[in-house]
């Protein structure tokens, strides 16, 4: 019996085991008589095994009790876990255990021998065609694997009455690769749930019907990312279970979230936003560049920008033409509004591709700079301006010196730098307050800029120094403006209302280019002339002469000199002794600051004590000297060696700081000194200089340190403040008594002191007494004190102290 004449397929391959020759022989005539192909026999187990592994038949007909070797339910047992080849038993034997025992590897037959042929083809062919439905049903459930590892789904089954789930297929939420099986409690399951869908899970587990659910998966086993989760189930009766299907869309909500984070930044962002096609129309635009350009989304659309948006100049129409199609590119531009004003612009294009990474749009956005440029404008007018007065700054005056240097502005007249200072200002700044000062700066500076031509420039160095730039061939003219500055800077100012501040300046003048051909050497040149016009009593001008300039090299070392000559240690204090007039009685002494410099030699008080002023060194010379006066003072008088009254001059500033007098207590309390043998002398200069000096005096005086007034006569104070003043003592300023003798206007002066202490109460001394015969008028004139060489010069310590032994 043959196979089938229409059945086109190839004859089914068959494998025999069967240990008996003939009988093997025998079964493969019969198969090939009925149309089958057997592939070979074999006669043991281990042939079975390997013949199966290496041509893999289509089915094996197989002998239990193999004489040769082995037995065939343990070959069907190895061949259907290597090769998974149908296995159908042919065998003597049918007791129950041999059954038994063939039953647990699930043949496709069993036929016991001798058998008849159409039994044998019938077994056969019953079992092919149970390979064929077995083999097509792997192969569907192969596809359907397939086919939800394409969708990337997974299969969840709950059982009726189970809790336990399980998710066969696709699930990503719970591990990085795809899973063929997973087990998983129903409550750890539930878990991992928003609180909605637990609830919703709920219902369906209680009530049946269908799930539709979109949820926040939290949490990962194991150790995945949590995300979002996509189930739809039903609760399938004839199964007996709830049965569904899982997808993990975190993608797609993640894109959706960024979609909608997008709008909302194209909706809402700053900078105007344009989207194009890759022709560069405009599909749509959002709300701020609407806001920003007037032009409406009907207006533009399907319009390129360089036809309605940018300024027609070349440059700026070429950033969407000159940017690569699939580059990034940005300038600055000139941008129109719908009214046809225009704006500057930072603008910025840029590629939008697609998930295959293809070009889909491109985006152009820009932002107003307009606020960007004049605050560049601004900070561009500061670096050459004073931003204070308006005035140009040292920046400008640089500039302008090296146009004049440098031939680029050429002068048609002579061209003369004029520097000018303020003398007092730092003083009414301090005590006024800088707003105020400020305002008497800018009051100054517009006085200055209307003194001066149109050709001429005002610069504000900074502080209260200016530099004016004036182009004039005549002297006289140059005088004349120099004078007009000093009278109008001079005037009143009125600061606040009903109150007047006045100030004086002090002009510097150097020519071009014989003073200075560089901007350094000019100014240099102009600042020495101002520094000698201050010299020389300030509220002047001075022109600029060569000798001035070995002044102003003295005036630099001096004040480097004093820099170190504190740490160093190269001051001292000189004693000069203060007696009664008549010699007999030492009342004191007067401590004098002495400087002895290594490169200088000595310097006199005269020549460094202005210049400690100036360059802010006399607070601390002040309180040295206080220091070691008091310190010595004290040590000799606890000795023994010394007694009566220290006198110590004051400058003009330390009266100004509100802490000296606190500094003052401190010193006589540290070295246990009474108040009252300190004398400190204050000049008419300084008593004029010091705002609030009756208050500042009035503090010092009440501690019961004496207050003297030194070089009376010379200044220019009012009488009246004599009568206001917290004095002890007037001293007489040796200008008076060098020339007592011989001089009948010295000699009323004298008197007229005298006769006025006498009236107020003050006593007096005269300073500087260097021979008898001044000593015997001043004392018939009635002044009963007096100090000088006649007496004695000032002295270092050790010789004052001889001094002091010897008498």
């Known amino acids: 019996m043959s196979a089938a004449p229409h059945d086109l397929s190839p004859p089914a391959r068959l494998l025999i085991v069967e240990d008996?020759?003939?009988?093997?022989?025998?079964?493969?005539?019969?198969?090939?008589?009925?149309?089958?192909?057997?592939?070979?026999?074999?006669?043991?187990?281990?042939?079975?095994?390997?013949?199966?592994?290496?041509?893999?038949?289509?089915?094996?007909?197989?002998?239990?009790?193999?004489?040769?070797?082995g037995d065939g339910i343990h070959?069907?047992?190895?061949?259907?876990?290597?090769?998974?080849?149908?296995?159908?038993?042919?065998?003597?034997?049918?007791?129950?255990?041999?059954?038994?025992?063939?039953?647990?590897?699930?043949?496709?037959?069993?036929?016991?021998?001798?058998?008849?042929?159409?039994?044998?083809?019938?077994?056969?062919?019953?079992?092919?065609?149970r390979v064929r439905a077995s083999r097509r049903h792997l192969q569907a459930e192969r596809r359907l694997r397939l086919a939800l590892d394409c969708a990337r789904l997974g299969v969840l089954t709950l059982a009726d009455r189970s809790d336990v789930v399980e998710i066969d297929g696709h699930f990503p939420p719970l591990a990085d690769s795809p899973?063929?099986?997973?087990?998983?409690?129903?409550?750890?399951?539930?878990?991992r749930l928003t609180d909605d869908a637990r609830h919703r899970v709920g219902q369906l587990l209680e009530k049946g019907g269908d799930l539709h659910l979109l949820t926040r998966w939290n949490g990962a086993?194991?150790?995945?990312?949590?995300?979002?989760?996509?189930?739809?189930?039903?609760?399938?009766?004839?199964?007996?279970?709830?049965?569904?299907?899982?997808?993990?869309?975190?993608?797609?909500?993640?894109?959706?979230?960024?979609?909608?984070?997008?709008?909302?930044?194209?909706?809402?962002?700053?900078?105007?936003?344009?989207?194009?096609?890759?022709?560069?129309?405009?599909?749509?635009?959002?709300?701020?560049?609407?806001?920003?350009?007037?032009?409406?989304?009907?207006?533009?659309?399907?319009?390129?920008?360089?036809?309605?948006?940018?300024?027609?100049?070349?440059?700026?129409?070429?950033?969407?033409?000159?940017?690569?199609?699939?580059?990034?590119?940005?300038?600055?531009?000139?941008?129109?509004?719908?009214?046809?004003?225009?704006?500057?612009?930072w603008e910025h294009v840029a590629p939008v591709r697609d998930e295959q990474g293809q070009i889909s749009h491109r985006v152009l956005t820009f932002s107003d700079i307009s606020a960007l440029?004049?605050?560049?404008?601004?900070?561009q007018h500061l670096d050459y301006h004073d931003a204070l007065t308006g005035l140009g700054n040292r920046n400008r005056l640089r500039e302008l010196l090296e146009d004049l240097r440098s031939g680029a502005d050429a002068p048609a007249d002579e061209v003369h730098l004029l520097f000018v200072d303020l003398d007092g200002f730092k003083i009414i700044n301090d005590s006024l307050g800088h707003e105020l000062g400020d305002?008497?700066?800018?009051?100054?500076?517009?006085r200055i800029v209307a003194a001066l031509r149109q050709r001429d420039a005002a610069i504000r160095l900074g502080g209260d120094e200016f530099v004016l730039l004036v182009h004039t061939d005549h002297e006289a003219d140059l005088e004349a403006l120099a004078q007009r500055l000093i009278d109008t800077v001079r005037a009143p100012l009125e600061l606040t209302p009903g109150s007047s501040v006045q100030v004086t300046a002090s002009i510097g003048i150097a020519s071009f280019p014989q003073d200075g051909d560089g901007p350094d050497a000019l100014l240099r040149a102009a600042d020495i002339a101002m520094y000698a016009a201050k010299a020389a009593g300030r509220n002047r001008y001075a022109r600029y002469r060569r000798e001035m300039a070995e002044q102003a090299n003295e005036r630099l070392l001096?004040?480097?000199?004093?820099?170190?000559?504190?740490?160093?240690g190269e001051l001292q204090l000189a004693w000069q002794p203060q007696l009664s007039l008549n010699g007999h009685h030492v009342l004191g002494a007067e401590a004098l600051l002495r400087w002895t410099s290594p490169r200088l030699g000595v310097v006199t008080p005269d020549r460094f004590i202005p210049v400690a002023e100036e360059c802010g060194l006399i607070q601390a010379l002040g309180r040295w000297v206080l220091q070691e006066a008091l310190s010595g003072w004290a040590a000799w008088r606890r000795d023994g060696r010394v007694s009566g009254r220290l006198a110590l001059n004051v400058s003009a500033l330390q009266l100004f700081d509100e802490q000296f007098a606190d500094e003052v207590t401190r010193l006589l309390a540290l070295h246990e000194l009474p108040a009252s043998e300190l004398e400190l002398e204050v000049t008419e200069t300084a008593l004029q200089s010091v705002?609030?000096?009756?208050?500042?005096?009035?503090?010092?005086?009440?501690?019961?340190?004496?207050?003297?007034?030194?070089?009376?006569?010379?200044?220019?104070?009012?009488?009246?403040?004599?009568?206001?003043?917290?004095?002890?003592?007037?001293?007489?300023?040796?200008?008076?008594?060098?020339?007592?003798?011989?001089?009948?206007?010295?000699?009323?002066?004298?008197?007229?002191?005298?006769?006025?202490?006498?009236?107020?109460?003050?006593?007096?001394?005269?300073?500087?007494?260097?021979?008898?015969?001044?000593?015997?008028?001043?004392?018939?004139?009635?002044?009963?004190?007096?100090?000088g060489w006649l007496y004695a010069r000032a002295m270092s310590a050790p010789d004052f102290l001889d001094w002091l032994a010897a008498r």
Request: proline letters at 4%; aromatic letters at 6%; hydrophobic letters at 45%.
């Open 373 to 379: 440029r004049q605050a560049e404008s601004r900070f």
């Open 558 to 568: 001096i004040e480097q000199g004093l820099h170190q000559a504190l740490s160093r």
């Open 439 to 446: 305002a008497l700066l800018v009051g100054i500076s517009r």
């Open 20 to 69: 008996e020759r003939i009988v093997a022989l025998d079964l493969r005539l019969t198969l090939e008589s009925l149309g089958y192909q057997v592939a070979g026999t074999a006669a043991s187990q281990a042939d079975a095994v390997l013949f199966a592994m290496s041509y893999r038949p289509d089915l094996i007909l197989m002998d239990i009790h193999l004489e040769a070797g």
């Open 75 to 129: 070959a069907a047992e190895e061949i259907s876990r290597l090769a998974d080849v149908p296995v159908v038993f042919l065998t003597a034997y049918a007791d129950t255990d041999i059954l038994r025992r063939a039953g647990d590897v699930a043949p496709y037959g069993y036929l016991v021998k001798p058998v008849m042929q159409r039994e044998l083809h019938a077994t056969v062919q019953m079992a092919l065609a």
């Open 179 to 191: 899973l063929r099986s997973l087990r998983m409690p129903l409550e750890a399951f539930l878990a």
């Open 691 to 787: 705002p609030q000096v009756e208050q500042r005096l009035t503090r010092l005086a009440n501690l019961g340190v004496r207050i003297a007034l030194d070089d009376f006569g010379t200044g220019y104070s009012s009488l009246s403040m004599l009568k206001l003043l917290p004095l002890h003592r007037l001293k007489i300023d040796r200008a008076f008594v060098r020339d007592i003798v011989t001089s009948g206007s010295d000699q009323a002066i004298v008197r007229a002191i005298v006769a006025m202490a006498d009236a107020l109460g003050l006593e007096l001394i005269a300073e500087g007494v260097e021979l008898d015969v001044q000593r015997r008028w001043l004392a018939e004139a009635g002044v009963r004190e007096g100090q």
């Open 221 to 345: 086993v194991p150790e995945g990312r949590p995300g979002w989760l996509e189930v739809h189930a039903s609760h399938v009766a004839s199964e007996g279970a709830i049965v569904g299907i899982c997808r993990d869309i975190t993608r797609q909500v993640e894109q959706e979230e960024a979609l909608r984070q997008a709008a909302v930044v194209f909706e809402s962002a700053a900078d105007a936003i344009l989207i194009l096609d890759p022709q560069a129309r405009v599909i749509t635009a959002n709300p701020a560049f609407l806001r920003l350009t007037g032009w409406s989304n009907a207006e533009i659309r399907g319009r390129h920008p360089n036809e309605f948006l940018h300024a027609r100049r070349s440059g700026d129409r070429e950033l969407l033409e000159a940017t690569p199609f699939d580059r990034t590119g940005h300038a600055e531009v000139v941008c129109l509004r719908q009214d046809g004003s225009s704006f500057p612009a």
